[in-house]
């Protein structure tokens, strides 16, 4: 039987996975709220993010951190290019298939690319306080863990405070909500989707980086990382952000528990088996509804 | 029911047998009634028609009872069948067909093969059996030849004009050969001379036996073609009866108007 | 495939490209000037195998799964374990294991149709994702990351020999997904197929049972895939969870029947000659780099934007343009059907067709 002691533990770290799960699934929902578009190559953007805050601190020496200052504006322009140069092109009859098909074609460039650039090497980020951690009330906490977590709930905060305060986040919200009604109110939905696009991409530079931090990385990584993000959106209810990060939390919690009876493949599985769960019981997912239903 | 509605059943001579009929139905989208406990009955044989503002619950209504969308609550019946709740293909199975209300045709298959899909397979031998059978084919041609789009039946749905697509969808309909048709705005987007061409094919169908309930928002059609008129508001039916009685009701002018 | 309409010359035509395909596929190992290039057919003809499969689910309904790896993997493996752990002779553990993996098609079927369009995409990765967990962690049963070795169904015959037998028998097994596939093309169950893959509620309310339709071309597809999963492990003898349950493989099938084009019969059988030899060609100039990923990933991408109906309509549709009047006589009678159609108008007999064209198509609109 395991202790109380380490179930705390573990609890504790699957709060700090949970955190860095919502802010990926938050931009993955963004892209499926603006264009009815499933993200493959998300996750792929989110390795390419942690291989250039790895490359860039192994070229400069500085913290990773500072590489934010770069990939976030650059993914947001290439959010927004994506959307612009290759999605729109696609027919809006055929559109979530092909669009799957596309972004999946992307991360498998995204993959190939790492592996020819960099190769199939397993990277890792080593800094100075890379070892070091502490204890709060009993559980062990690595400082790296605790720093990716608070990007990732700074980067949530902001992108919440975006879609709620902002007059873009009012037009993004609106748009999300009923694209043909928020085109007959004014709103270029158009180039909203693209920033849209755009913002889905900046969480995974935010999240790459995190993710750089305490990670070992390599370009097949991404595999890894999809398949749970896409469980957590469908069981949040595609479409809904809120949705999305409640139940980011609860399986990233769920996982890390489970991780102590099960070791850490097994406990992977627990994604895959709330998605057929939630497609049994409720396709709608468990806090979207009204977008999943059509889909 | 009213006393004119009787007379009105006096003078055509038919017996009153009631088809679909819906009780209690309603449908709500976050905390919008767009069916509000709505009971009607629309009479077997005969062309019914559902009128009413924008946004009064009528395709809702139409969706509730072939299935398309699930009832909040209440029943709908078929000829004394309780279908509610039934998934579409068995709502159409059990005779009834409908077209939608901005047409919807297979784009990528040819007229023909539009007609052809709704063909109903009765055992898994004509299930397996060809799609192209002789006198599937024959049957098909026919009722493009009855709606006029015989000539054009190797063209991709979507080369049609608006138009011919509605008529292609009649067609589609009639293959499937129901008891009762639903049209939801068959005059909706089509010029005139269509409308008057619906307008006949309809009454010579009805002669034929086939039972309507038509939504539409063209009165003059509604008027000259239906024996029996409900007006629906804010989800569900204030007046009905014979064209000639609703048109003069103050209760539908008031709906209508807005007063 | 609407031979209704095709004239008879084009219609010899095809019989007769039909014959020298045939011909060629069947005289390959003949023509093959070496073992290698014999095993590099053999792996053509599984991608082939594997394409056509998969079109059974993607090109009748349009549902697109990438992860039909899963019953690719599912198939090899059930037929490993059961010569390995059941000493049930080869050809009948084939067998055997198409027929489970048709039944657990049935469960996660359900589970996959009852959303539409992302959802089932989703769930087909999670599948492949699942079973790669499973399979790798699972060691004591699956042989894990160590491989699982499957004796050879004939143990006499020499290397050439036994890429000669296994040719075949994969061309034997893709006749028969052909067969099939043309059967159902041409039955009204195959009609309500492609009508669900058109407007799925439209074909709903004519009657169509679309759930289970596409329930049992689901299982049709992911049991043929099966099969080919299973011929696979006999031949090459060694699996592998990696390269059994890889996303790769299950994005190669959708890559070759799309660039085949997946509305035709032969189209994934085109693309998986197209591809498969590429891929083929890849390994053995840049050996095992990562850029068969950035090439997979490009044509795929260039397909799905520029070619998203395949390279057999495309080419089709060129010939007829550029052939003699001949084996043009569909484009012009179509295109004398469009003219004639809008010199009728709406209503032949009446003579008023003008307003009607005019009207607006608000389906396209609000789409």
Known sequence: MTSPHLVFQSLVLGVLLGGLYALLAAGLTLYFGVMRVVMIAHSAFLILAAYLAWWFHDRTGIDPLLSLAVTVPLFFVAGVLMQRLLIRRLSPVTLTMMSVLLTFAIALVIEGLLGYVFSGTQRRVQLGYSGSSFEVLGARVAVVKLIAFGLAVVALLGLYLLLKRSRLGQALRATIQHRDAAALVGIDTDRVAGYGFGLGLATAAVGGTALALDSTIYPSLHWHWIGPLMAIIVVGGLGSVPGAAIAAMALGILQSLLQLEMGTTWAQTVFYVALFATLMVRPQGFFGGRLAQRF | MSAGQLSAEAVAGRAVEPGLQATGLTKSYGGVCAVNDASVTFHHGRVNALIGPNGSGKTTFFNCATGMIRPDSGQVTYRGRDITRWAPHRVAAAGIGRSFQLCRVFPRMTVLENVLVAARARSLRTLLGGAYDRELVDRARGWLARVGLDHVEALEARNLSYGQQKLLELAGVLMADPETILLDEPAGGVNPALIGRIGTLVRELNAEGKTFLIVEHNMEMVMSLSDHVVVFDRGRPIAEGPPWSVQADPRVLEAYLGV | ?367
């Open chain 3, 1 to 367: 495939m609407r031979s209704a309409s095709d004239p008879a010359s084009l219609r010899a035509a095809r019989w007769g490209l039909l014959a020298v395909a045939a011909a060629l596929v069947f005289t390959f190992p003949v023509l093959a000037p070496n073992a290698y290039i014999l095993s590099a057919g053999v792996v053509v003809a599984n991608y082939a195998v594997l394409a056509t499969s998969w079109n059974f689910m993607g090109g009748f309904t349009g549902y697109i799964s990438l992860g039909h790896a899963a019953y690719f993997g599912l198939g090899a493996y059930g037929t490993g374990l059961l010569v390995t752990k059941a000493d049930v002779p080869s050809f009948l553990a084939l067998v055997l294991s198409g027929a489970i993996v048709a039944v657990l098609a049935v469960p996660i079927g359900i589970a996959a149709l009852r959303v539409r369009g992302a959802s089932f995409v989703i769930v087909s990765i999670a599948l492949v994702l699942i079973l790669l967990l499973v399979f790798q962690s699972w060691s004591s049963f699956t042989g894990g990351s160590n491989g699982l070795n499957v004796p050879r169904p004939f143990p006499d015959l020499l290397r050439p020999e036994h890429h000669l037998v296994f040719y075949y028998l994969f061309a034997g097994l893709l006749c028969l997904a052909l067969l099939t596939w043309w059967a159902v093309d041409r039955s009204r169950f195959g009609m309500g197929l492609k009508a669900i893959r058109e407007d799925e509620d439209k074909a709903q309310s004519l009657g169509v049972p679309t759930f289970l339709y596409k329930l049992v071309a689901f299982v049709v597809s992911a049991t043929f895939t099966a099969l080919g999963g299973g011929l696979y492990a006999l031949w090459f003898g060694d699996l592998d969870p990696i390269f059994q349950f890889s996303i790769l493989v299950g994005s190669y099938m959708v890559l070759m029947a799309l660039l085949g084009g997946i509305r035709n019969l032969f189209g994934p059988l085109v693309g998986a000659v197209i591809v498969g030899s590429a891929l083929e060609y890849f390994k053995l100039e840049f050996g095992d780099t990562q850029f068969h990923l950035v090439a997979a990933g490009l044509l795929l991408a260039l397909v799905v934007l520029f070619m998203p109906d395949g390279v057999l309509p495309f080419i089709g549709d060129q010939l007829r343009r550029l052939g003699p009047g001949q084996s043009s006589i569909r484009e012009v009678s179509a295109g004398e059907l469009l003219e004639q159609n809008a010199s009728r108008g709406d209503l032949p007999g009446q003579g008023d067709g003008v307003e009607g064209r005019a009207a607006p198509a608000p389906s396209e609109v609000t789409r």
